[in-house]
C-alpha cells in the first residue's frame, strides 16, 4: 500500500479513538479548509487552531459525529478520500452526508487538509 495513504488511514484511525498521537502526523503549520457553509467554516492554520480549536466547536454542535472511510486514491503527493459523514443531531434524528477530502502530504507529515461535502445536509443536524 501506497505510504501516503497508510499515512492518512492512521490519520483517521488515531483520529476516531481520539488518541492524539495523531497530531505527530501533522505539519506544525497545518492548513485546515473545510467548505464556507460547514459549521466554523473556512481554512484553519495551526495545529492549535485545528485540533483544539475548530474541532471542538463542530462536534459541540451534534450529539453524535462519524467520518466513515470508504476509497483512497492517491495522486502524486496527495491522498484523495471518498466516504461519509453519520451524524446525530442533539434530538437524535440522524443524517448522512457524504464528502471527499484531498490531503497534501509534505515531509511525511499531513501539511493541508481540504474538505468537499453536502453542507445542506450537515447544517440540517444542527438543533
Known amino acids: 500500500m501506497n ?4 499515512l492518512v488511514k ?3 484511525s488515531l483520529f476516531g479513538k481520539q488518541d492524539r498521537a495523531f497530531l505527530e502526523l501533522c505539519d506544525d503549520n497545518i492548513e485546515w479548509t473545510v467548505m464556507k457553509n460547514m459549521p466554523n467554516g473556512g481554512t484553519h492554520t495551526g495545529k492549535k487552531a485545528v485540533f483544539d480549536g475548530y474541532f471542538p466547536k463542530l462536534f459541540a454542535k451534534f450529539a453524535e459525529f462519524h467520518v466513515i472511510t470508504d476509497e483512497f486514491i492517491t495522486a502524486d503527493n ?8 453519520k451524524i ?3 434530538s437524535k434524528k440522524k443524517f ?3 464528502f471527499v477530502h484531498i490531503y497534501t502530504i509534505q515531509d511525511s507529515k499531513i501539511a493541508k487538509f481540504r474538505q468537499y461535502s453536502d453542507t445542506k445536509e ?6
Do not use: C, H, L, M
Request: neutral net charge; glycine residues 4%; charged residues 20%.
Open 3 to 6: 505510504q501516503n495513504i497508510e
Open 10 to 12: 492512521k490519520f483517521y
Open 78 to 85: 496527495r491522498v484523495i478520500v471518498f466516504g461519509t459523514y
Open 88 to 90: 446525530t443531531s442533539k
Open 96 to 98: 448522512d452526508a457524504p
Open 122 to 127: 450537515i447544517q440540517n443536524a444542527i438543533d
